[in-house]
């Protein structure tokens, strides 16, 4: 399986209503300094719909403003649909809702 098969896997195994950052989801691929690369795989993501990388924001919890699938109010409501609050600065809080498997 290839890195960016990889990332589609663990990307879909985030639950509803939580978040991971770009960061942890290259750690738990096995290339821990990769979150560039993660970012690409998502921003090419081929199963919209099926793998949820409006979870995945950065290190600092910030959206991704180039969000591959309509922005990051795009990205804002998907999360807010699921109870993550967004705050004004397009940001959610890690410590409530990071993901930890």
Not at 46 to 54: D, T
């Amino acid at each position: 399986m290839n890195f960016f098969e990889k990332v589609y896997e663990t990307v879909s195994k985030i639950p509803e209503g939580k978040v991971a950052t770009y960061g942890q989801i290259a750690t738990m691929c096995g290339i821990p300094r990769a979150a560039r690369q993660v970012g690409w795989a998502l921003h090419q993501n081929p199963y919209e719909g099926v793998v949820p990388c409006h979870r995945v924001v950065d290190r600092f919890g910030n959206l991704s403003k180039s969000f591959g699938f309509g922005g990051a109010d795009a990205q804002k409501s998907l999360l807010e649909n699921e109870g993550v609050f967004v705050d004004e600065s397009y940001r959610v809080d890690l410590e409530k809702y990071r993901w930890n498997p």
